[in-house]
């Protein structure tokens, strides 16, 4: 009976829990069909017409489309270069086994806790002397460089336990080092690699200081600077904020939706492991 | 000989844009902090200690910054933790539709920071957010308040949407702890007679010490860090009173261009979040608990 009682008491915990934490993104849904009249009228009431008009406004009129492209070409171009880059560097600590395989790691795995306020002051004096601010490619190569160290640690947890026997037999039947990387270690990791795809494609997606820093132009501005800076020049266009922000949210909840398991997995083996 | 070559030329590529993008700024940073710059000037004075002597001293703002940032880390290790904790093991001790609930938990975590300030600053509006209008619909107009603009509330508005974001990634992490705790210790205990309040007292809690402590050490981190939130939403406004030290760097470093100033800063927030750092590496480079 005691049981009982305590079960639904925590089920109904459970309950207003994901109530309120429903609430906020419930007002930005349906705000963002709104037209501000209707807001200011009845602000949590449902819209009385449910149409795209906010989206379609945002989407051309707000240039949105513009950014949402820039913001898909800087990740999704970090992300390929950090799969790769990562990958090759913790096969070469894990499985090259030189003296300083330890130091290295430890090296790498420190970047985990250089808060971004340490890099903006010397990076901005360096990229501007290299020519990187409002590029892409500057900003895709830092975005690369700040994840490096967490996708290394991933890579080298799961490259510790492919057994040493099968890169050995490949050694002896005369295959390349990078031949043994491409053709049998890559393969045999897609679950991680899937892990680091998602979770930095997230990171990278929703990334704010560096761009805010590092991308003035108008032109290469990414999605979340383009959102804040919206809010900041048309404080009461409500509904094509709001349709602007969920637009920014879809393509991380589809990945999210497709990738389920591996994102789980990365954020608690980061955790656990 | 052919593998230690090989080892090397594998790492470069990352070593590399590491050096350039991360170790070498941070160095940088740190110089820097002994200096004081304008960032445009070609001249810099050597002023040893002094931004450091300022910071603690002779700058009202940055001692609200640090007494909001001290706040927001107590709460963010307590709330999100605390929260988290529960909802995963009321939804690991199986409910109704408990794949859904743990998804509109973990949601705001999954968007970007400036969306959950936007979403927040939305919430907040003194007229027409849902905070507000909620209060009024329930007669509790007495409540309603401008969150926002309100100098004592603004921090503790800001460190809500903080919550809201965060408390799904705590949620995740001990989820799928408890996830590894085999089924048979359960099983054992439920047989035994003992209540779901026993068994998550004495078999999930102790079994859990060591997911509890990484999980707090990545709430401190995090909200030493904090930036996004509070640029987007407050600037650190009405009158300083929602500065936090992440902000009151970025605005010293691009709004003052107090180049050196602000590096002192940072390196401040550096040397705060190395400590719990330590610990996490210690922790998470140990072996797992085994059963």
Redesign the interface.
């Known amino acids: 009976m005691?049981?009982y009682i305590?079960?639904s008491l925590?089920?109904l915990?459970?309950v207003v829990?994901?109530f309120l934490?429903?609430?906020?993104?419930y007002?930005?849904f349906i705000?963002s069909f709104k037209s501000i009249s209707e807001?200011?009228k009845s602000?949590?009431a449902l819209p009385k017409i449910w149409s795209l008009r906010y989206y379609l406004e945002s989407w051309t009129r707000g240039n949105l489309s513009k950014f949402f492209l820039n913001s898909a070409i800087v990740s999704i171009s970090a992300v390929i270069i950090v799969v790769f880059?990562?990958s090759?560097?913790a096969?070469?600590?894990t499985?090259?086994?030189?003296s300083s395989?330890s130091f290295?790691y430890f090296f790498?795995?420190a970047?985990?806790?250089?808060?971004?306020?340490?890099?903006?002051?010397?990076?901005?004096?360096?990229m501007s002397k290299t020519h990187l601010l409002n590029t892409f490619y500057g900003v895709t190569?830092?975005y690369?460089?700040?994840a490096?160290?967490f996708c290394?640690f991933l890579f080298c947890g799961f490259f510790k336990g492919v057994p040493e026997e099968i890169t050995e037999s490949a050694r002896i039947d005369g295959c390349s080092?990078?031949g043994i990387?491409l053709k049998i270690i890559m393969p045999l990791s897609k679950p991680v690699i899937a892990t680091v795809v998602i979770l930095q494609f997230?990171w990278f997606?929703?990334?704010?200081?560096f761009a805010?820093?590092f991308l003035n132009k108008t032109n290469v501005k990414t999605?979340?600077?383009a959102?804040?800076q919206y809010?900041a020049t048309y404080v009461a266009n409500?509904s094509c904020?709001?349709s602007g922000?969920i637009i920014?949210?879809i393509p991380?909840?589809v990945t999210?939706i497709l990738f389920q398991k591996y994102f789980?997995?990365g954020?608690?083996e980061g955790?656990?492991? | 000989m052919r593998k230690k070559n090989f080892g090397f030329l594998f790492i470069m590529p990352a070593l590399i844009l590491y050096i350039f993008f991360v170790i070498y700024p941070t160095a940088n940073s740190i110089r820097l902090s002994f200096f004081k710059w304008d960032g445009l000037a070609q001249n810099m004075t050597f002023v040893e200690l002094r931004n450091y002597i300022t910071m603690f001293t002779n700058d009202r703002i940055f001692s609200i910054s640090l007494k909001n940032s001290t706040v927001w880390s107590c709460l963010i290790v307590i709330i999100p933790t605390f929260l988290g904790l529960v909802i995963a093991d009321v939804i690991h001790s199986g409910v109704f539709a408990g794949n859904l609930h743990r998804f509109i938990i973990l949601f705001p975590f999954l968007i970007s920071n400036v969306a959950v300030g936007l979403i927040w600053k939305w919430m907040y509006n003194p007229e027409l957010g849902t905070v507000n209008t909620f209060l009024n619909k329930i007669n509790l107009e007495i409540f309603t308040q401008d969150w926002l603009g309100d100098t004592k509330l603004v921090i503790l508005s800001l460190i809500i949407a903080n919550i809201w974001q965060l408390t799904g990634l705590a949620m995740i992490i001990f989820y799928a702890g408890m996830q590894s705790i085999p089924g048979e210790i359960y099983d054992a205990a439920k047989v035994d007679g003992a209540s779901s309040f026993c068994i998550f007292k004495n078999i999930t809690i102790p079994l859990l010490k060591e997911i509890m402590i990484i999980v707090v050490v990545l709430m401190a981190t995090a909200s030493w860090r904090v930036f996004d939130i509070v640029w987007v939403v407050t600037r650190g406004g009405p009158a300083n009173r929602s500065q936090v030290v992440g902000s009151w760097m970025f605005i010293n470093a691009f709004r003052n261009y107090k180049h050196g100033y602000a590096s002192a800063i940072a390196v401040f927030i550096l040397l705060i979040i190395i400590i719990p750092s330590f610990l996490y590496i210690k922790l998470s480079t140990r072996k797992k608990t085994e059963f």
């Open positions: 005691r049981n305590l079960k925590s089920n915990f459970l829990m994901s934490w429903v609430v906020p993104l007002s930005l705000t807001i200011s602000p949590t880059f990562s090759l560097a096969y070469g600590i499985k090259a086994k030189f395989y290295f790498f795995i970047g985990l806790f250089i808060p971004a306020q340490i890099l903006i002051i010397p990076l901005f004096h360096l190569l830092l690369v460089a700040y490096l160290p290394i080092e990078f990387y997230m997606w929703n990334e704010y200081v805010l820093v999605l979340p600077l959102l804040a809010e409500f904020l709001a922000i920014s949210i991380i909840v999210y789980i997995r954020l608690t955790a656990i492991k």
